[in-house]
């Protein structure tokens, strides 16, 4: 039989099965036919929240989100053991996800038909590796005396030296970052991390690569100890969380404690990367995977990427459909986690966020500004098609932002990936001050928007979804630039926010 009658019949048998059980991305059955198998998402029926009762919505969120973990991995366990063993007894590799009900398997193109057929199947999507646009470095500098620059310029905007002289550095409060990886032992970050004790690292529930198919990574493949093989990551971290103690303070809250997880490899992601990654922050787990523990959870993560929908190259499909990284981060949001979102670069038209996960109403979307309060170019706008809500939800430093660069060195880059971190570090701040915050980010997220300065100017100037920048909140910078130590302030006016 010739190879396109073969392809022919496979593609024809796979659309029958998916005509009567779970259908079937094209792209799954386009590359098992190029290449004999395909990297394929199976995604369960049961997709449904986890029912917590009788957890009261105001019980401690460390309780909720135990329970809640213990729920997610009891459904898929028992959703998902029938499709396992089958997998297993086919010789299917594969990789099981909670967070969200679904597997990660590399299924053979003989095999996708009868897979369709599963009763407990929703569909079988495809696992696409789709590249984001990183930010560039513009000046890199090593950490010599004429590099120092004290206090970034971005970290002073917001006035957060205001509220360190009040006390509040970020102590008892732990930042994650999922990116292109970290220089965990760059000398602005290494005293902030949290698998650093002063003398030893132990990387155990602080980092986790979710990279296991590069090639020619410089970092290479399932690292044990964090790595970057772009510098991103690095420069992110920086600004939530870095200070080097000998003048470069770069960081919002250099008192909190940082981990990681690499989702990118230099910049290209795949849904179940980014999943893996979202799994691990709810339940972080020892260096081979083993014995996760909610109780080690971030407070906040600061997300600097996302999963474009459109393929850069030939204009088809990316990230579509998405809603198992929506589901895997509302349950991170049920947890009691902040999820910060860059509103990403594709400003300065108006409905120009629209990759997951800024699309989405858990997320808090960050738009960037200059030194003088004015909305970057390049900062996506809104309405979000699919969203009621402001997009973004506020605005951040992200030009020219002064941060970390491995090795060893500092410089600027600019972009939404730079305001987010900022956002991140005064969510640390807030719930340093007032420890009643952790695990509710919704009052964080309000407190942000109403304490949120309106000097924003867009010098476009755009009118995005029917308001202009000077009522607020707008679509192009959402409620304003974010002032933490307006929102140090507001916390007081809270009932049931005391200081404690």
């Known amino acids: 039989m010739h190879t396109f009658s073969r392809f022919l019949l496979i593609f024809l048998a796979a659309c029958t099965a998916a005509a009567h059980g779970a259908p079937i991305d094209p792209r799954v059955i386009e590359q098992a036919n190029a290449v004999g198998n395909s990297d394929a998402l199976l995604v369960l029926g049961d997709q449904s929240a986890p029912a917590l009762v009788p957890l009261a919505m105001d019980a401690d969120y460390r309780v909720r989100r135990r329970a809640l973990v213990d729920a997610l991995r009891t459904r898929a366990q028992t959703t998902q053991r029938e499709l396992r063993l089958w997998l297993d007894a086919h010789g299917i590799a594969h990789r099981d996800f909670w967070i969200a009900n679904v597997i990660e398997a590399r ?9 369709a057929l599963r009763s407990e199947l929703r569909r079988v999507d495809a696992n696409p590796a789709v590249a984001m646009p990183l930010p560039q470095p513009e000046i890199a500098k090593p950490a010599a005396p004429d590099a120092l620059q004290s206090v970034a310029w971005g970290v002073a905007k917001i006035q957060a030296p205001a509220v360190w002289a009040l006390g509040f550095t970020g102590q008892g409060v732990t930042i994650a970052g999922e990116d292109t990886g970290y220089q965990w032992n760059h000398p602005a970050l290494q005293p902030h991390y949290r698998g650093w004790n002063g003398s030893a690292a132990d990387h155990d529930y602080n980092w986790h690569d ?5 090639v020619g990574n410089p970092c290479g493949n399932d690292t044990l100890a964090p790595c970057d093989d772009n510098g991103h990551g690095t420069h992110t971290a920086g600004t939530f969380a870095g200070d080097d103690g000998a003048g470069n303070q770069i960081g919002v809250a250099p008192g909190a404690k940082w981990i990681g997880c690499r989702n990118m490899d230099r910049g290209t992601g795949t849904p179940a990367r980014y999943i893996e990654c979202m799994q691990w922050m709810l339940a972080p787990t020892d260096l081979a995977g083993n014995n ?6 971030p407070d906040v993560i600061s997300n600097s990427w996302s999963c474009p929908e459109a393929a ?10 998405a809603d198992i990284i929506e589901s895997a981060e509302a349950n991170l949001v049920n947890a009691g986690i902040l999820f910060v979102v860059a509103a990403q ?4 038209s108006c409905s120009t966020i629209f990759d997951p996960p800024g699309i989405y109403d858990e997320s808090f979307v960050i738009g960037a500004t200059d030194s003088s309060d004015a909305l970057a170019g390049f900062s996506s706008r809104g309405p979000v098609l699919t969203s ?7 605005s951040a430093p992200g030009v020219s932002v002064y941060s970390s660069i491995p090795p060893n060195t500092y410089g600027t880059k600019s972009g939404t990936s730079m305001a987010t971190p900022h956002v991140a570090g005064a969510a640390a701040l807030l719930m340093s001050a007032y420890p009643k915050l952790k695990g509710r980010p919704r009052a964080i997220e309000d ?4 304490t949120a300065t309106h000097a924003v100017t867009d010098p476009t100037p755009q009118t995005c979804g029917g308001t202009p920048i000077t009522a607020w909140p707008n679509n192009m910078a959402g409620y304003g630039r974010i002032d933490v130590l307006a929102a140090y302030h507001e916390v007081i006016f809270m009932d049931g926010f005391d200081g404690g």
């Open 345 to 348: 670069n594709s400003g300065p």
């Open 210 to 214: 979710a990279i296991h198919d590069a």
């Open 292 to 297: 996760p523990d909610p109780d080690l959870a």
């Open 447 to 450: 407190i942000l928007r109403a």
């Open 107 to 115: 299924v053979p193109r003989t095999m996708l038909a009868e897979l």
């Open 312 to 321: 850069p190259s030939d204009g088809g499909e990316g990230c579509t459909p």
């Open 388 to 394: 009621a809500l402001k997009r973004p939800d506020v």
